[in-house]
């Protein structure tokens, strides 16, 4: 998660575990899938922000991320603009950590919903949300939580390539954490798979990240690890 303040900002929003960045650089690794949402503070002048979002927005394909903008004044029509421009949320400028959490987590929701009730990935071939497992025929498969999440966001978008950092969200991995916690992840999940032929179905596309091959897919080298 990126943190970036215009000049019209007399302080950026009070969060640190986000990364301070210029502007254009998180224009540029927002664009590219290198993170997930952006805190963007700014004055009462905002439109080196509206300027800055509406670029954002023109991205083509893919999801976008989200943006919560800080401003000294939520009402005022600078705050519409911002809302307007692409704006995800508002919020005070000196919003405490607690209330920036609580919007960061209703953000991520609405980008990757949490697994609920069940996801059938192929006849005989179900997730489970309520007891974290993968039904195989008359089989359960128990997943450890992060695996299952993986398994989960893979299966929901079926052949569609997900970057790591939009797996690192639905994993819900710290900011922090290891550069290759998910290509870890992957691996674990693959070892899980083995013993039931299923480990060449989660492909890597070297380069964009990973993918759920259909099963009716040719599976090629890229599924090893």
Do not use: W, Y
């Given at each position: 998660m990126l943190r970036l303040h215009f000049s019209s900002a007399q302080a950026p929003c009070l969060d640190s575990n986000s990364q301070p960045v210029a502007t254009d650089e998180a224009l540029q690794r927002l664009q590219t899938g290198d993170a997930w949402a952006a805190l963007a503070a700014s004055g009462e002048d905002v439109g080196a922000l509206t300027n800055w979002?509406?670029?954002?927005?023109?991205?083509?394909?893919?999801?976008?991320?989200?943006?919560?903008?800080?401003?000294?004044?939520?009402?005022?029509p600078g705050a519409m603009a911002a809302l307007k421009a692409g704006a995800?949320?508002?919020?005070?400028?000196?919003?405490?950590?607690?209330?920036?959490r609580i919007q960061l987590a209703?953000?991520?929701?609405?980008?990757?919903?949490?697994?609920?009730?069940?996801?059938?990935?192929?006849?005989?071939?179900?997730?489970?949300?309520?007891?974290?497992?993968?039904?195989?025929?008359?089989?359960?498969?128990?997943?450890p939580t992060q695996q299952f999440h993986l398994l989960w966001t893979l299966g929901a978008r079926p052949g569609e390539v997900l970057s790591t950092q939009e797996l690192r969200l639905a994993m819900d991995v710290p900011a922090r954490a290891r550069a290759d916690t998910v290509h870890t992840a992957v691996a674990r999940l693959r070892r899980h798979l083995r013993p039931h032929a299923l480990d060449q179905r989660v492909q890597t596309v070297h380069g964009a990240g990973y993918r759920w091959a259909a099963a009716a897919e040719p599976t090629d080298d890229s599924a090893t690890t």
């Open positions: 979002l509406m670029r954002l927005r023109q991205r083509v394909g893919g999801r976008l991320p989200g943006v919560i903008v800080f401003l000294p004044d939520c009402a005022s995800d949320a508002l919020l005070p400028l000196d919003s405490p950590p607690a209330l920036i209703r953000l991520r929701e609405r980008i990757t919903p949490q697994p609920e009730g069940g996801l059938r990935l192929d006849p005989g071939l179900e997730l489970d949300s309520q007891t974290r497992s993968l039904r195989i025929g008359d089989q359960h498969l128990p997943l």
